[in-house]
């Protein structure tokens, strides 16, 4: 029996952000009733497919109903006022108006359901100068800045390959909405909580964005200006063209890593601010790590206490075999699920669980 058995969610979210936050609580046992228009969750048509299915639809999805509802018609708002009569948690992911539009805001649903928690997720919020403006994920993250620290060589925002806003957000949302259940539980009474893609960034940044939170030039980084060009907080290219990082910032690994190499007396820089102070050290490892492959890198580095890894595809990272042994991810029937990240000891072991097609519940 999973931490959630017998909470009942009312899920009107698409994409990524709010399906984040319900299959997890999915994952722990929790009913997830997935309400889509007739169109259904344009994560449905994301590319790849397999077995029939999007493979980010599934893995966003699995455990969960699918029940087709028109909300601008009398009988698809009635059926959703039935799933709300007795639901704990309400979730919906559109632009701010959206819902109470449609009938469903939160003063409407909790007047027929004082005890349901009502999460709604947004890009920037249900108040503020931009709450109405539409937004995916690369939206947020360019601005609240992150765009411009993820620059290549040639100074153009790359388009970043993890959707960090819609993550933040739908995790954000995780714990407001375990919150509000446990606040609900000691009062009886339920909550509104307005999680914003943007607000769920901002926190984030603290580290990256130290200078220009006090005021300062904000920070610019590409691989070799990251954390202001630190030696041992980098990127660095093999003799394939292939590429390392070392991603430590304790002394201990700078001394390990150039006793090893032969050059005990660069030591001390790695005690240096990052920046122009480190710059002859930052040459040697270039230079260093140009002289082998990759491979032959992880091999020469296995036994070194070192914090360096190889830069992987997403192929090599998946065929690593901490994966498998951490079942992360599971082949079944020709489909392959993503592992939930949240397992407690006493659960039972884990078994993948199919998405549902539309409307393959009502
Ligand atoms: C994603 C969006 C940009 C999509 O913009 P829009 O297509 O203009 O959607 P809106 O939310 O403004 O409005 C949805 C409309 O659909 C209608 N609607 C929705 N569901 C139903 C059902 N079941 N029946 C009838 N009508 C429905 C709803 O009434 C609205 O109509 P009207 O009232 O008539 O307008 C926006 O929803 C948004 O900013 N959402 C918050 C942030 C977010 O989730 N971003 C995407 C993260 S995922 C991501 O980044 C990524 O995957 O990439």
Request: no cysteine; proline share 5%; aromatic share 12%.
């Given at each position: 029996m999973g931490k959630l058995s017998g909470i009942k969610v009312v899920d009107l979210s698409q994409f990524l952000p709010g399906p984040m936050l319900s299959v997890m609580m999915a994952d722990h046992g929790a009913e997830v009733v997935k309400v889509e228009p007739a169109a259904g969750d344009p994560a449905r048509d994301q590319a790849p497919f397999e077995a029939g299915q999007s493979i980010w639809f599934r893995n966003l999805n699995r455990g969960k109903k699918s029940v087709v509802l028109d909300l601008k018609s009398d009988a698809g708002r009635e059926a959703l006022?039935?799933?709300?009569?007795?639901?704990?948690?309400?979730?919906?992911?559109?632009?701010?108006?959206?819902?109470?539009?449609?009938?469903?805001?939160y003063d409407a649903v909790s007047a027929r359901n004082p005890r349901i928690v009502y999460c709604s997720i947004s890009a920037f919020g249900q108040k503020g100068a931009l709450?109405?403006?539409?937004a995916h994920d690369m939206a947020v993250q360019a601005m609240a800045g992150f765009l411009s620290v993820n620059d290549g060589p040639d100074g153009m925002p790359v388009v970043p390959g993890a959707p960090s806003a819609d993550m933040a957000a739908g995790l954000t949302a995780l714990s407001a909405v375990l919150m509000g259940l446990i606040g609900r539980d000691r009062t009886g009474q339920g909550d509104y909580v307005d999680i914003a893609m943007f607000d769920a960034m901002i926190p984030w940044c603290a580290h990256i964005a130290g200078a220009a939170i006090g005021g300062g030039d904000p920070p610019r980084s590409d691989s070799q200006r990251s954390l202001g060009g630190a030696a041992f907080y980098n990127v660095y290219e093999t003799?394939?063209?292939?590429?390392?990082?070392?991603?430590?910032r304790e002394l201990k690994f700078v001394a390990n890593l150039l006793n090893a190499l032969g050059r005990p007396d660069l030591v001390a820089l790695g005690a240096e601010a990052p920046g122009e102070?480190?710059?002859?050290?930052?040459?040697?490892?270039?230079?260093?790590?140009?002289?082998?492959?990759?491979?032959?890198?992880?091999a020469w580095f296995a036994d070194k206490d070192v914090a360096f890894s190889p830069v992987l595809d997403f192929r090599e990272a998946l065929a690593e075999p901490h994966v498998a042994e951490r079942g992360l991810v599971v082949e079944m029937g020709g489909a392959h699920h993503i592992a939930p990240p949240i397992r407690f000891a006493g659960d039972a072991p884990w078994a993948p669980r199919p998405a549902p097609e539309l409307g393959a519940d009502g």
């Open positions: 006022w039935a799933l709300i009569a007795d639901a704990d948690v309400f979730i919906e992911g559109f632009r701010p108006g959206v819902t109470a539009r449609l009938g469903f805001g709450a109405h403006h539409p003799a394939d063209g292939r590429h390392v990082v070392l991603g430590g102070a480190q710059a002859p050290l930052i040459a040697f490892l270039r230079q260093t790590f140009r002289t082998r492959s990759r491979d032959q890198w992880v």
